[in-house]
């Protein structure tokens, strides 16, 4: 490349980077902003965050917000023991309920049907507008139930005493969202009333007994050998509904339980042979996977179930010694069509005279030949027998032994509390949309004399949204970058900015395997798993580590240096965390003004505070609901006795950036006024964001004529400050250098591309230790900008204005990119927001080379990635959902599903130090030359390039990801967590007698259990 043509490129960016500094600066205001800042330098007072004290205020007050929740389900317990206590089961009892699905029908004639009275609903602000009651509650029965059964009907009729409690609770906590009461018989009392709508089918499948919460509160943690029969004799039906019964066994265990699925005929096969001898934890993902192998059984053979059994004893001997299970109860499931004898010498031999294992056998099939030695087995094992059908039954069998695992808890009348993992709440969410939650629960025990054998009433509950929590999170200590995030014993996350539980357009649909992304999934720089298992622990410390944050939808990189602070919450099984990114990050100022200069400034039109912030607590009082953050912090301000909480240091501070920010808005009206200005209307919108959470925009041009409508709205998730983040572009501008602007365009779900972003940070000092305190910029018209760079680039010395060398020659090709190669300007406009690598790949692997730019491989632990419907290979067709906006990789054409894989992918940064650069391209045998030239004061580079060579053999540099394979590695790798506290395998005074089937056995063989019985119990 001739000299000429670099001094000339050299020519271009400093005539492009004046002006764009020149119209950014001047519409934007930002040096009269930082002038502002500037002139109280004296007057405020900078602290280093001090992240200890930051993290452990913030697990006091999560402490205290599950202490109320948690008592209020413990009266909620009182109420319902007392109250079954007075009751006297009646079989004949007649009541009229509210069912929840029938409420407000009425018959032909007009007649309200049975069960299903006028019940008053009112559209609720605290229930998502949803239409509730809130003096009362309803009752919902699975539609395979009989709503009308007497066990049902009597304890729907003493579980009414409950409504009182309920409406007191709420009274006491307005933050409270539903509460319910789960019974053991499977009607479920939910708070407050409203209406349930079945399904396409007419159906409800909701059944409370199968939920989380209902299991982890009403057992306690088990390891389970579940033991198929896959012999010849299960060919067909059977073998359909046995898949179907090991299905519904898997649905009921959680995240402390472990288990292992064995097939046995004349051999024993592992259902995953990579998991032989040992047991896995049951999530979510263990399950889905051995739910693929189940297809894979098929029948044949003859079946030898003394050898499983002495398998099954093994593993679970074996694996309970190594401490990594739940270390609690121990169970065995058969699944099989018959047991020809009684394997009493296995049982001598693993089992008795503890029996520390129970034996559930669940007969498949009508034929009751061999029912009684399976019947023999439970009642000598202190299990349950079950005889399944049909594949209606299975669900009602397989619950059944829940109430066995319970006994011992009941007896010994723990109640204890458990806390599920963060869930999507399906039952008619109270935020907009799906919402996480944790629901605390507790189980109800009967508290009459004669049950020493120990009956478990039910489980009560409450929801806890986790925006709760959010709401309790000190942002503005927390900096740009820095945020808190909490995970459970299992350390799975709880709240994290990086979970994203959600995917496809408009985000509707849930991850399969949302409830169960661990810390190190999030944080994977962290490879030792440090912090994850310190946390885990419940440990109270602090760590470091250099880490990159993906934003603008997984396309850009931000490079930092996190500190992290953590500790337990007490008395949940959950701990938290706080990241305070280093540098600015570390420091907060304080500044002082008179509230009532203060309050002046924050009510002008043209201020608005984040959203997802809280000021002022406007849920606790119900008069306080309507208020918007500005009026609420009016009236904690200046109103007599105002009830209304709200956190004053941040009030303080949101003043002090209404009073200095608000010389813009005259600055920008003036702008605005002055016809000379602007005339070809290219900037559209001034804005700017404080590190409080306020911000002030002027719109330049009408609300009509605005490029992109969305920008600083509530669509445009990234754009604006939210509960977990700042606005990107402050984020970016942050990590610009100081007095520069960075420019990008909107990667636009859209694909809006008609506009350019400017923004850059204002700083409080001069050195490195300044807090930053606020971000300015504007949006402009793309045309006006791409016009300004094709104006810049004409440009040359020549006395007569007619150039040797432009843009416009067709031998060189101009291009604008940003510091992640992505373009915004080129002749091409269809390439506009491209990444040049995709278009220009010999310059970009160049370039890559030299060491302009870096490449920097991430990864993504929550992708999905489409798989063909149809082969059960694992050739997944790549679509990365979460980052790429092209949903299709081209190859793929048939069915596709979506599935959840790893993935890793590339993103790009340019290297600062490097302002200019030549180079050539050899492309077989034609040497193509280009120049890259920063642009001043900004995050931009020029790039031009001959267009003599054809280099379009070169293979793209793709953004593309792609999937890794580690499936099993996952699956037997099992990372550290701390088992619940408490935990009840089995009691003395418990009725092993009631096992399912001892008044069906016949003589010799109830003869042989007693006589057994007796010799256990001599020992």
């Known amino acids: 490349i001739n000299v000429l043509l670099v001094s000339r490129v050299k020519l271009w960016a400093s005539a492009f980077g004046g002006e764009m500094k020149s119209i950014s600066a001047k519409y934007s205001g930002s040096q009269l902003l930082q002038k502002k800042y500037k002139e109280l330098e004296k007057s405020v007072r900078v602290e280093e965050i001090d992240g200890m004290k930051v993290v452990k205020n913030l697990s006091k007050k999560m402490e205290e917000m599950f202490r109320k929740k948690k008592e209020a389900i413990r009266r909620l317990v009182e109420a319902a023991e007392e109250a079954h206590l007075q009751h006297e089961e009646n079989p004949e009892l007649q009541y009229e309920y509210f069912n929840a699905v029938l409420i407000n029908e009425v018959d032909e004639e007009g007649n309200n049907v049975e069960l299903g009275g006028e019940f008053v609903l009112e559209p609720n602000e605290h229930f998502n507008n949803l239409s509730v009651n809130l003096s009362l509650s309803v009752v919902q029965v699975p539609t395979n139930m009989y709503n009308k059964d007497p066990a049902i009907v009597n304890g729907v009729y003493w579980s009414e005493a409950l409504n009182k409690v309920f409406v007191d609770n709420f009274e006491k906590d307005p933050s409270l969202i539903w509460q319910y009461f789960g019974s053991a018989k499977g009607f479920f009392r939910q708070y407050p009333g409203v209406k349930w709508h079945p399904d396409e089918h007419g159906v409800i499948a909701f059944d409370c007994r199968n939920r989380k919460w209902y299991i982890q509160a009403a057992t306690s943690p088990k390891d389970v050998v579940i033991l198929v029969d896959v012999s010849g004799s299960m060919k067909g039906l059977r073998l359909t509904i046995a898949r179907q019964t090991v299905s519904s066994i898997l649905d009921t265990l959680g995240d402390d339980d472990f288990f292992n699925i064995i097939a046995y005929n004349q051999e024993i096969h592992y259902v995953e042979p990579c998991l032989n001898g040992t047991l896995v934890r049951a999530d979510r993902n263990n399950k889905a996977h051995f739910r693929e192998h189940l297809d894979k059984l098929f029948a044949k053979g003859i079946g030898l179930l003394g050898d499983a059994l002495t398998e099954a004893f093994t593993i679970l001997n074996d694996f309970n010694q190594t401490g990594h299970g739940s270390v609690c109860s121990q169970a065995i499931m058969l699944v099989t069509d018959g047991a020809t004898q009684m394997y009493d010498d296995v049982f001598a031999k693993f089992n008795w005279p503890d029996r520390k294992v129970r034996i559930f056998p669940y007969l498949i099939g009508r034929e009751s030949a061999f029912a009684d030695n399976m019947k023999w ?516 054409v048939f069915l596709t599903m979506l599935v959840p894989c790893d993935t890793e992918y590339p993103a790009f940064v340019s290297e600062r130090t490097i302002k200019e650069t030549t180079g050539n391209i050899d492309c077989e045998g034609c040497v193509r030359s280009f120049v890259i030239q920063q642009i001043p004061s900004s995050n931009l580079f020029m790039v031009v390039v001959d267009n003599k060579c054809d280099c379009s053999s070169t293979l793209p540099v793709s953004m593309d990801p792609i999937e890794i394979m580690y499936i099993l590695v996952k699956l037997k790798f099992q990372k550290d967590r701390k088992r619940p506290e408490s935990c009840h395998p089995f009691h003395p005074e418990e009725n092993a007698m009631e096992c399912g089937g001892a008044a069906g056995l016949s003589a010799p063989l109830t003869g042989a259990l007693l006589s057994l019985l007796a010799t256990l119990f001599t020992r």
């Not at 310190?534 to 850009?556: I, L, Q």
């Not at 992505?822 to 002749?827: M, P, S």
Request: aromatic fraction near 10%; proline fraction near 3%; charged fraction near 25%.
């Open 377 to 892: 087995m439970a009642c000598a094992n202190k299990g349950y027998f079950s005889q399944i059908s049909t594949l209606a039954d299975v669900q009602e069998n397989v619950m059944r032994y829940l109430h066995v695992m319970s006994r011992p808890k009941v007896i010994d009348h723990e109640h204890d509390t458990v806390w599920t993992e963060a869930y999507m709440d399906s039952t008619g969410s109270i935020i907009k949309g799906p919402s996480l939650m944790t629901t605390v629960a507790m189980p109800v025990f009967s508290t009459k004399n004669e049950t020493v054998s120990g009956i478990l009433l039910g489980v009560v509950g409450t929801d806890i949204p986790l925006q709760e929590l959010m709401k309790i999170i000190p942002k503005h200590l927390l900096g740009i970058h820095g945020y808190a995030f909490a995970i459970t014993n299992n350390g799975y996350i709880l709240t994290h900015p990086d979970l994203r539980p959600l995917y496809q357009k408009g985000q509707k649909r849930r991850k399969p395997n949302y409830s169960s992304v661990d810390l190190s999934e999030v944080e994977w720089e962290d490879k030792d798993d440090f912090l994850r298992n310190a946390m885990v622990n419940r440990k109270t410390g602090t760590f470091s580590m250099e880490v990159k944050k993906t934003v603008d939808k997984g396309k850009r990189l931000l490079k930092m240096h996190n500190d992290y602070y953590y500790t337990e919450v007490k008395g949940t099984p959950f701990s938290v965390g706080v990241a305070l990114s280093r540098g600015h990050g570390k420091f907060f100022f304080r500044g002082n003004v008179s509230v009532e200069a203060g309050l002046h400034d924050l009510e002008q039109p043209d201020v608005a505070l984040a959203d997802e912030w809280t000021y002022c607590n406007t849920d606790e009082y119900n008069e306080h609901r309507s208020l918007s953050q500005i009026q609420a912090i009016k009236l904690y301000l200046t109103g007599r006795k105002p009830l209304i909480k709200c956190d004053r240091e941040l009030i303080q501070e949101v003043l002090f950036d209404a009073v200095v920010t608000a010389p813009l808005e005259a600055y920008w009206t003036g702008l605005a006024l002055n016809k000379s200005e602007n005339s070809d209307k290219g900037v559209e919108i001034a804005y700017l964001g404080t590190r409080t959470g306020l911000s002030r925009t002027n719109l330049f041009v009408v609300q009509e004529d605005l490029s992109n409508q969305d920008f600083l709205t509530a669509e445009d998730k990234e754009g604006v400050f939210n509960a977990d983040h700042f606005p990107l572009w402050y984020k970016r501008a942050a990590e610009q250098v100081p007095g520069t602007f960075v420019y990008s365009i909107p990667f636009g779900g859209n694909e809006n591309k008609s506009v350019v972003l400017a923004s850059t940070a204002i700083q409080l000092l001069d050195d490195r230790k300044s807090p930053i305190v606020a971000s300015v910029g504007i949006q402009m018209n793309l045309n006006f900008f791409q016009r300004k760079f094709w104006t810049a680039s004409r440009q040359c010395a020549a006395l007569d204005g007619k150039c040797t060398i432009s843009c416009d020659n067709e031998d060189i090709k101009c291009y604008l990119i940003d510091n992640n190669g992505f373009i915004l300007v080129t002749e091409d406009y269809s390439q506009t927001g491209e990444f040049f690598g995709e278009v220009e790949a010999a310059v970009m692997t160049k370039l890559l080379l030299i060491g302009s730019f870096k490449r920097i491989n991430l990864y993504d632990y929550q992708a999905l990635c489409r798989e063909y419907a149809g082969s059960s290979d694992s050739g997944h067709c790549l679509s990365h959902v979460s980052s790429t906006p092209k949903l299709f990789t081209k190859s793929c």
